[in-house]
T-cell receptor, first 116, second 115 residues
Framework: GAVVSQHPSRVICKSGTSVKIECRSL??????MFWYRQFPKQSLMLMAT?????????EQGVEKDKFLINHASLTLSTLTVTSAHPEDSSFYIC????????????FGQGTRLTVV | AQTVTQSQPEMSVQEAETVTLSCTYD???????LFWYKQPPSRQMILVIR??????QNATENRFSVNFQKAAKSFSLKISDSQLGDAAMYFC????????????FGAGTILRVKS
């Protein structure tokens, strides 16, 4: 099956700094990628849709200036958490779709962000 | 707006037995897809099974099968011959054809498998 690689798997950063998370589709091209946030024992909350070559579409309530998304190529999307604060600590997951029919969605391994 | 409801926060099953996880959804769309994803302790999301709404036949993948009731907007997952490796959080998810690949997830059901 298709592989989506997310890096890093864990990151600890100081409050006020920025951290970048990468999401790569290894064996297919993804015009669209998705970024989710997950709190412990809760569901995945869609943060934004990353579109190659254009601006990301953010879900209601998600600060676009805090969570910068760049989708510069068909195989790479990045999420940058700017001026991170402890409340940004969470598990972040990306996904990419393969084709339209059937619409498989494959997920990266996730990134555990801890802001201290 | 589309919503997905999983009413069972936790379920337990004895090894080798069968368990059914419930999922209901709400949509006004006629063309959509439904999925069950498994999230083990590693937190890697794994696609378990999928169902296209236009197909009447219930999907089956080895020990996993679904009971898709379109009129009732119900999409339950049956796991037969449960194994210890099935212990995980299970998410039901919905995707409308018209809205790209955006998935709407239910709250999840934690499945515990007893040996």
């Amino acid at each position: 099956g298709a592989v989506v690689s997310q890096h890093p798997s864990r990151v600890i950063c100081k409050s006020g700094t920025s951290v970048k998370i990468e999401c790569r589709s290894l064996d297919f091209q993804a015009t669209t990628m998705f970024w989710y946030r997950q709190f412990p024992k809760q569901s995945l909350m869609l943060m934004a849709t990353s579109n190659e070559g254009s601006k990301a579409t953010y879900e209601q309530g998600v600060e676009k200036d805090k969570f910068l998304i760049n989708h510069a190529s068909l195989t790479l999307s990045t999420l940058t958490v700017t001026s991170a604060h402890p409340e940004d600590s969470s598990f972040y997951i990306c996904s990419a779709g393969v084709g339209q029919v059937p619409p498989f969605a494959f997920f990266g391994q996730g990134t555990r962000l801890t802001v201290v | 707006a589309q919503t997905v409801t999983q009413s069972q926060p936790e379920m337990s099953v004895q090894e080798a037995e069968t368990v059914t996880l419930s999922c209901t959804y709400d949509t006004s769309e006629s063309d959509y897809y439904l999925f069950w994803y498994k999230q083990p302790p590693s937190r890697q999301m794994i696609l378990v099974i999928r169902q296209e709404a236009y197909k009447q036949q219930n999907a089956t993948e080895n020990r996993f099968s679904v009971n898709f009731q379109k009129a009732a907007k119900s999409f339950s997952l049956k796991i037969s011959d449960s194994q210890l490796g099935d212990a995980a959080m299970y998410f039901c998810a919905y995707r409308a054809v018209l809205y790209g690949n955006k998935l709407v997830f239910g709250a999840g059901t934690i499945l515990r498998v007893k040996s």
